[in-house]
């Protein structure tokens, strides 16, 4: 996780992964920390083979940016007032 805490934006990098599950867990881990340090936005890059990772990421409500060179982007926003008011935690 590379954080940038005056724009509030971070970009993940995420090892590629067979497994939908050891996916989500990363995924689940990474952004968990990122609300923790109140970014509002998380970027994450995949190689474009890896499914399982792009398929956790679509699930997860990150919006696919496209692909290139090889590379997918994505992103997830989150809400400032929610962030502000710590209701941005999953129940």
């Known amino acids: 996780i590379n954080a940038y805490r005056d724009i509030k934006s971070c970009y993940l990098s995420l090892a590629p992964s067979k ?3 050891r996916s ?3 995924l689940t881990l990474a952004t968990e ?3 923790s340090l109140g970014m509002l936005e998380v970027f994450a890059t995949i190689n474009a083979y890896d499914r399982a990772m792009y398929e ?5 409500g990150y919006e696919n940016l496209g692909e290139e060179n090889g590379v997918t982007s994505f992103v997830k926003s989150f809400d400032l007032p929610k962030v502000l008011e710590g209701t941005n ?3």
């Not at 956790?56 to 997860?60: G, N, T, W």
């Open 56 to 60: 956790v990421l679509e699930i997860d």
């Open 89 to 91: 935690k999953k129940n």
């Open 24 to 26: 989500k867990k990363m």
């Open 19 to 21: 497994k939908v599950s």
């Open 33 to 35: 920390h990122a609300f």
